[in-house]
């Protein structure tokens, strides 16, 4: 991440994207928000709470695993942590729509 604080999501997008330039790490964001989003919604459906914690757990465990094991670089999501939920979803529909 650049040293000066990011201003505006049009800022941070790009910068974002050079996180996320091996296609693993962009495999292993998709499995883990995929995995993530389905484990929320049974949570929520099942009303059963450990579903609703493994959630976000699967969803970011696949992501910073990406980071530190394929990427070696740090998350966006420790400086700009609403910017790279949102971008996780961007980047994971571009992904799947072959679009990225």
Known sequence: ??????RTYA???PIYL?????????TLHVIGLILGVLAFILG????????????PALGYGFAWCSHFF???????????????FI??????????TKKL
């Open 1 to 6: 991440m650049p040293d000066e604080k990011l």
């Open 87 to 96: 971008s996780d979803f961007r980047m994971a529909f571009l992904y799947l």
């Open 44 to 55: 929520f459906v099942l009303a059963r709470w450990e579903l609703f914690v493994l959630g």
């Open 11 to 13: 800022e941070f997008w």
């Open 70 to 84: 394929v990427e070696k670089n740090r998350p966006a999501a420790w400086t700009y942590p609403w910017w790279s």
């Open 18 to 26: 050079k996180l996320h330039s091996k296609r693993a790490t962009k």
